[in-house]
């Protein structure tokens, strides 16, 4: 009897832990997939995949120094990183084509 309780127990500890990697692997999965958000910072030279979420797309707003996910045209966004009024301030010279 004592030979039976043991292998049941192994059995039950064995689909606990299966099933534990499971919810592990698919939680990282749903949440890896997630795709950015309004507002979230993104690598427009990202080519192999859109960090944006549906609706977004990956821009530079022209007050910015940096790129966020935002609707088209940003600066009709609420969001204060895709107005523009919110991210770090663009260079001065960024857009001087004279150097």
């Known amino acids: 009897m004592s ?4 292998s049941t127990h192994k059995s039950m500890t064995t689909k606990i832990s299966a099933f534990a990697i499971v919810a592990l692997v698919a939680t990282a999965i749903t949440n890896g ?3 950015g958000h309004e507002g979230d910072r993104c690598n427009p030279d990202q080519t192999d995949h859109n960090e944006c979420g ?5 821009q530079k707003p022209a007050t910015c120094a940096e790129n966020y996910c935002c609707p088209t045209p940003a600066s009709k966004s609420s969001n204060p990183y895709c107005n523009g009024s919110g991210c770090p301030p663009a260079p001065e010279d960024a857009g001087d084509a004279s150097m």
Do not use: I, K, P, Y
């Not at 030979?3 to 043991?6: I, L, Q, Y």
């Not at 549906?54 to 990956?58: E, N, Q, R, V």
């Open 33 to 35: 997939c997630d795709g």
């Open 3 to 6: 030979n039976e309780r043991s």
């Open 54 to 58: 549906a609706g977004l797309t990956c």
